[in-house]
């Protein structure tokens, strides 16, 4: 491991060239015109796992963008590891928010800015790296590796539980380690135990068949942007509780006794709004921020058009107005039985001068992992190792669906050991991940591996 | 007279070729990047004026798109006519549903396709062609005409004004006649008498101070889109009654009496309703809807962005959103101070997680037209004697601001002698003008002007 640990700081430069490289690639999943950007992307990865000296590394075809998958098996005696990333990022939009190119990588104060440099590439770069410093220095691996890296985890990972499903035998494994997360607080290492799922649609509101000049139809006939804005509004109460009938029913929310641990966590409200530079919070009857944006759900509209929207005045009465809506969801609440019950809401309250379409665009179900498992157990040591402080087991907001998927489909347990601060920016402009959590990310994962399977031997 | 509709049958088919010409300069004024062909569709009109024997045309420099300013001055004995109308026309989209592109004119079923054919290229064009047919047969104009032909009609006609204040004397006439306007039904003639007015805001709400995930933000910080959509809904009741405070004083709202004659005009609600395939209706407390579109106030969403608008999901909880909203005014109503009161509204129903942009793009005021004025009558005849049919009174929904601006700067009454329909598509895909139409638009001003020249010397 010594060595290992050597090699990584010797190579650390070299390493970071490497991930610019690959942050080169606009490979933006949900976007089909930046498919074959998908695919260079999927190819550069398996390229650079056979470089490493990883045994086996493949690029295995879906109905949508390719999975990279990779094994070095090197004894039954050992456990065996499965870590799981994705090479694909989120659009870049806006585009003009952005200080420098979003597929130009550069560094700035020691933060590597470019889309997808934490979420995730940076993140299972890192893996990547710990692996090669093993194996570049004529080290065996401690343990047995499996790798998945997919390509549609920002559009909804369609094609992943298939191939979960299709290939059980060949992804089997004692655990699965994610670096898709975030620490609590710049210079407080952490450990994520629960991620929020998500439920995701998309709702398109059709008044008249064509736009209308809002002088000769306006006051009688009804704007679908009209009309939708009443739809989202009432979505929420003036409590800002969600209004859709059943929408928490069996949803697990903070016990009391959680609440009164979590209070304990360092979370600075004020920090967090001036961040964002917004004045005050709303959250759903006033609970705490960090309970909020953690441990309960949410409804969000990502997206609305409707009407005109370039420069000056167009009086139209517009034919369509559209919104996407998602919802994070908290453990006990299903994506598909939510996606059902907003269904249900829209069908039921659009009015009789619209036609409504709705989409269910993907989801996600929600996790509350296991802190006593070996490997978390392994997974905090290796932490506080590198940085010398205990970590923190904390509650994230976003989503990881396959978190949710391993444990229902191959029984296992997920480490999430994320290296990324929310100040990252990830899916904003100006994306960043800091070198030095990159260089402590590997170290961290070095010492993992080795702890890890020092202590579970078959 | 008779000379002049003899020449303009003959020439029937070069005028639509010339105004297929015309057509296909995209002259969009709301659009910067248009300016070069807004120009070149003045200079277009200027050239014309000139071929058809008016002894006076220029091009004359405002601060935004120019002027064409033309004249014919035969005799201090004989009244005056001042013609107003717009070469610019409404941006094309959404393009996509255009049948044939908007700027390659087509006729199909005797109807000629193109943005501007009706709205309001083809028909300031009848009044270009009816004094070509005078001049080009030898016959001297029956009276004074001056013309008035703005680039800027679709884009809030902010030069106008100072342009009309700044030539008081040069636009003195004894009338100002204007056909920018629709008859009441196919084969229904008819003149209006009232136009509505107008206030064009537009409204933005920052959020965040950028784009943040839904995942690590979401249920705390609050969504523009859900505040944005909050208080658009909050214009309206539940009766379709907007909200605004003061915002229905002084509105001059149909009387009683009004009513009745009004309810004599053949509108079929049935018919308009399945013209633009929507159910119902929903008008200010079930008002009729032919009362709601032309003689009633409306406030309508003309546009609405913010978030994601792209294919599949993206996660964000976007920083900014914003809508155009647009008001239709009766007289009564002035724009400014409507718009100060939704600006006021605004001001105080913004939540103090949001920051509030708010600007006037531009307004109109409402118009009623004196029936009385022997124009009025000379219309009528000259339409009767075309049609065979005596012309109905009625009141249109759209917006001519310039009709108050003739009254209140140059003592002028103006005749809306329009040929359009509301089928003609003006602001929507598809926009298209009637040669049956095109043609009695012309012959009824070649009659007109004698008409109304014989009644009428000083």
Known sequence: MTSALAYAEANFDKFVAQLEDLLRIPSISTDPKYAPDVRRAAEWVVADLLDAGIKHAELCETDGHPIVYAEHIVSSDLPTVLVYGHYDVQPPDPIDLWDSPPFEPVIRNGDLYARGSCDDKGQVFMHLKSLESYLQTGTELPCNIKMLIEGEEESGSVNLVPFINANKERLSADVAV?????????????????????A??????????????????????????????????????????????????????MTEAELVEYKKLPFDETAFLKSVDVASARTDGGIS?????????????????????????????????????????????????????????????????????????????????????????????AMEQVTGKKPLFSREGG????????????????????????????????????????????????????????????
């Open 178 to 198: 994610i670096s898709d997360t975030a620490m609590f607080a710049e210079g407080v290492p952490s450990i994520t135990t629960g991620l929020r799922g998500m």
């Open 399 to 458: 989503s990881i669906p396959v978190v949710a998927d391993f444990k229902d489909l191959l029984g296992l347990d997920t480490v999430l050991m994320g290296f990324g601060l929310n100040s990252d920016a990830i899916h904003s402009p100006n994306e960043k991940f800091g070198l030095d959590r990159f260089r402590m990310g590997i170290g961290t994962i070095i010492r993992f591996l080795d702890l890890y399977a020092s202590r579970n031997r078959n």
């Open 289 to 381: 921020i960090h309970q909020a944006i953690t441990a309960h759900p949410t409804l969000d509209v990502n997206g609305i058009w409707g009407g005109y929207q370039g420069a000056g005045a167009k009086t139209v009465l517009p034919s369509i107005a559209g919104a996407k809506i998602s919802m994070r969801l908290v453990p006990g609440q299903d994506p598909d039985a939510i996606v059902d019950k907003l269904r249900d809401w829209f069908v039921s309250n659009t009015p009789p001068t619209m036609k409504l379409k709705f989409e269910n665009l993907h989801g996600g179900k929600p996790v509350l992992v296991d802190t006593d498992q070996p490997a978390m157990q392994a997974a905090a040591d």
């Open 200 to 253: 995701y649609v998309q709702v398109e509101l059709t008044g008249p068949n064509r736009d209308l000049h809002s002088g000769v139809y306006g006051g009688a006939i009804e704007n679908p942007i009209n009309a939708l804005a009443r739809l989202i509004s009432k979505l929420h109460d003036k409590d800002h509780h969600i209004t859709v009938p059943g929408f928490y029913d069996g949803a697990q929310l």
